[in-house]
């Protein structure tokens, strides 16, 4: 058989091998094909055959499902057109809908769950598990790791919280040693300061700076730094006060380690005639109330509700219930103007601060006919310490406390306070602060908790004025990412908070803008192995 195709391509025959028998004539009609048109259809496939190779090798490569590629991309969008779904998708939502069911599922008692991922795994393949069973356990599993971590934060808050409110071994040993060498050398009981600098202590051409505690390695700290940063030292004079106990100790540090020509007065609390039962009765009721001691030295988990508390406001509440609070030491600063008579203008400082920069400006702040001078927290770079106004100190669903507070003026700081002693004799702010403290013994601490800022904010309503916030940086005992480039620039740095430096709770890379000011040459802080 044989096929032939005329010249003209006009017909096609088909005839046996012998050529004699046509078996099929087909004639074909003329068609016309323009040269024009075969050389577009030419480009147009010159064009698009590498384009399908160059896919079709991309589909191959990639595979389809991690593919990119449109066709790829034509595989994906035809089932959701079409309304069908692949089945990576139809297990996802599967899965979806059982986890739903099991979130709502009680959890058996006593099911045995495993201790980890790679156990869990392991369950799953000997045991055979359905989606079901997997989604169970796999819950309980993160409950019950819920649960650990929360009981770990907690367990670490407290002993956190213990940490703070306990006396470092070295600053036991420092305290205990220079109470003995005040008993056995005359040179450790030397009047301080010497008669010819007494008339001093009450001249107001002088800086006068008042420091309140009974921990001598932090009034080392606070006097050295003072001293140091000082344009002019020899016009500082320091007024440390102390407890009875830590008084022969806080004597021995400051009569052994000169720090001239600044001159430093020690006194106890039972030196200052004024300081009687009489004067100050509150404070008295205070440190006796049975309910107040045990709020402060008690257990501080009993009857706390942990699982509707979070690990910050538990700190919180922790930190308000420092012993500190009620320490007469504590509440010092609202008795001033009664401690220093004759004197117009003071510095308060706290005792876990440090100074860097000269301080010597501060008298010369017009402090507008105000009797404190004092930074506001309410606004500043860091959210966290900046951001405090009086609804973070006050119950504000107590009535007395609606009356007469807005929950939004903004809060200040204690901790460095520059105070008119003049204008503040002319006030009634003691009075005004005693009588809150009975109101909220009254009312069983339901006021406010937290120590003796709270009663201030109220005494001093009307008589701060803010200084620039440069002065008194806070937060360093419990804002981790405080930024060092503004503890540098800052004037008075605060370790408020519980990490104070001289705890090894202390945050290491804050430490040595206190630790500097250490004198570690010294016999005692040797011997008492401190900071070590």
């Known amino acids: 058989m044989q096929l032939h195709i005329s010249p003209s391509m006009r017909s096609i025959t088909i005839s046996s091998s012998n050529e004699f028998i046509d078996l099929m004539k087909i004639k074909v009609a003329a068609r016309h094909i323009s040269y024009r048109t075969l050389f577009h259809t030419i480009l147009i496939l010159a064009f698009l055959l590498p384009f399908v190779f160059i896919l079709t090798a991309v589909v191959t490569l990639e595979g389809v499902n991690k593919c ?41 008692d006593g099911l045995k769950l495993p201790d980890s991922f790679s156990q869990l795994v392991s369950d799953m393949k000997n045991n055979h598990y359905d989606a079901r069973t997997f989604s169970l356990v796999l819950r309980a599993m993160i409950e019950k790791f819920e649960r650990d971590i929360r009981e770990t934060k907690f367990a670490e808050l407290m002993n956190k919280h213990f940490a703070a409110s306990s006396i470092p071994k070295g600053i036991h040993c420092l305290s205990l040693r220079l109470t003995d060498e005040y008993s056995s050398n005359a040179h450790a009981r030397r009047q301080l300061p010497s008669p010819e600098f007494l008339p001093v202590l009450s001249d107001n051409a002088y800086h006068h700076f008042v420091l309140a505690t009974d921990n001598i390695l932090a009034a080392s700290v606070v006097v050295s730094s003072a001293v140091q940063s000082s344009s002019k030292p020899e016009k ?127 008298w010369d702040i017009d402090l507008n006919g105000k009797v404190n001078g004092a930074v506001e927290t309410c606004r500043g770079e860091d959210e966290w310490v900046m951001s405090k106004r009086l609804r973070n100190y006050f119950n504000f669903s107590h009535p007395l406390i609606a009356k007469h507070l807005d929950p939004e003026e903004c809060a200040w700081a204690y901790g460095m306070n520059i105070f008119d002693l003049r204008t503040w004799r002319k006030t009634n702010i003691r009075e005004t602060y005693h009588s809150w403290l009975r109101e909220n013994l009254k009312s069983n601490l339901t006021m406010w908790k937290l120590g003796t800022l709270p009663p201030a904010l109220i005494a001093f309503k009307g008589h701060v004025q803010a200084i620039d916030s440069t002065w008194h940086m806070l937060g360093l005992g419990y804002q981790s990412n405080t930024n060092l480039e503004n503890v540098k620039k800052a004037a008075v740095i605060h370790y408020n908070g519980q990490s104070k430096p001289w705890l090894e709770i202390g945050f290491e890379h804050l430490r040595p803008f206190w630790t500097k000011y250490v004198n570690y040459s010294n016999d005692f802080i040797k011997n008492c192995h401190i900071l070590e």
Request: hydrophobic share 40%.
């Open 236 to 362: 500082i004079v320091f007024h440390v006060i102390t407890d009875k106990k830590t008084y022969a100790g806080m004597h021995s540090w400051f009569a052994l380690n000169s720090v001239a020509p600044a001159i430093v007065e020690v006194k106890s609390v039972h030196q200052f005639d004024w300081l009687t039962r009489e004067n100050v009765p509150v404070l008295e009721a205070v440190e006796s109330h049975n309910s107040i001691r045990n709020y402060y030295h008690g257990n501080h988990i009993a009857g706390a509700n942990l699982s509707e508390t979070t690990p910050r406001t538990f700190a919180s509440k922790l930190q308000s219930r420092s012993p500190k609070y009620i320490s007469l030491l504590n509440h010092l600063r609202i008795y001033l103007p009664e401690l220093f008579p004759n004197l117009d203008k003071v510095v308060f400082l706290d005792d876990d601060i440090v100074i860097q920069r000269d301080l010597s400006p501060l």
């Open 68 to 108: 990119s590629s449109i066709d790829c991309f034509g595989r994906r969008l035809g089932p959701r057109l079409l309304g069908r779904i692949d089945d990576s998708e139809r297990l996802v939502r599967d899965f979806y809908k059982i986890l739903n069911e099991v979130s709502t599922q009680e959890i058996p």
